[in-house]
């Protein structure tokens, strides 16, 4: 069965510096997303992104954060500068078709993001 | 604004039912629920859409009422396999794109 992806597993960087989390979403699939979970919390949106722009974000997602689908099969998530509050899960999700909330959206295994 | 979930934590013997609720104060065009065990990323499990019609699981059923906004998650005769941390997710519909909002979540824990 077809599934999300992610790399890396689990990344851990310096405060200040540059990470990209990549994602490599169900083939088929016109919706992607990023979420991410502090440890213990919810699980909280950050950016939606259809037709290689994004739709919809969240007030998380400031200008020290980017996506971009570079090819036909990546979808990546940039922090410019990170911050020691970045440290959290961050999971990528996708869904096939567009139009409403009425379809699945499929979780990769997420990539955990420690900022020392 | 975040759905609330409630029951905050369950914890059940093996065969024993259990019922978590969902609530918005939006309208709701559908709910989403997802487990989730420790480490590891929330795994679908049911929709819920505005109109009644439901996608999911064998053993685990819900239920949308529209009127109050609220959905509610039914596992039957609870196997160890339940336990973990159950989310559900509320879409607004509309021009919101399928973005999720999720509740807190529930901690279940089913024991032998």
């Known amino acids: 069965e077809p599934e999300v992806t992610q790399t890396p597993s689990h990344q851990v960087t310096q405060m200040g510096q540059e990470v990209i989390l990549r994602c490599v979403p169900i083939s088929n699939h016109l919706y992607f997303y990023w979420y991410r979970q502090i440890l213990g919390q919810k699980v909280e949106f950050l950016v939606s992104f259809y037709n290689n722009e994004i739709s919809e974000k969240s007030e998380i997602f400031d200008d020290q954060f980017s996506v971009e689908r570079p090819d036909g099969s990546n979808f990546t998530l940039k922090i410019r500068s990170t911050k020691l509050e970045d440290s959290a899960m961050y999971f990528c999700?996708?869904?096939?078709?567009w139009g409403g909330g009425t379809d699945t959206q499929y979780f990769g295994p997420g990539t955990r993001l420690t900022v020392l | 604004q975040q759905p609330v979930q409630s029951p905050q934590a369950v914890i059940l013997r093996e065969g024993e039912d259990a019922v978590i609720n969902c609530s918005s104060s939006k309208a709701l065009y559908s709910v989403h629920w997802y487990r989730q065990k420790h480490g590891e990323a929330p795994v679908f499990l049911m929709i819920?859409?505005?109109?009644?019609e439901q996608k999911g699981h064998e053993k685990i059923s819900a239920s949308f009422n529209e009127k109050k906004q609220q959905s509610s998650l039914y596992l039957t005769a609870s196997q160890l396999s339940y336990s973990g941390t159950y989310f559900c997710g509320a879409n607004a519909g509309g021009t919101s794109y399928g973005k999720l909002t999720f509740g807190q979540g529930t901690i279940l824990t089913v024991h032998p």
């Open positions: 819920l859409l505005k109109g009644g």
């Open positions: 999700a996708s869904r096939p078709l």
